[in-house]
């Protein structure tokens, strides 16, 4: 089992807000776009939108 695994799961997933590349960040998948933090609740990402933590300053 390595990154390669994850990688690929990650390109298969998008934002639900904006359709945007996420990436990884501690136990968060960050969108690349928006810039929303989505949870990983035992090692499942919660794609939903009122789940999402908003960057900071954005309106
Ligand atoms: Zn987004």
Do not use: N
Not at 3 to 8: H, K, L, T
């Amino acid at each position: 089992m390595g990154g390669s695994q994850d990688r690929a799961l990650l390109d298969l997933l998008a934002c639900p807000a904006c359709r945007g590349r996420l990436s990884e960040e501690d136990d968060r998948l960050v969108c690349c776009s928006c810039g929303r933090r989505y949870p990983v609740r035992e090692g499942i990402p919660v794609l939903l939108v009122e789940e999402a933590e908003r960057p900071e300053g954005a309106t």
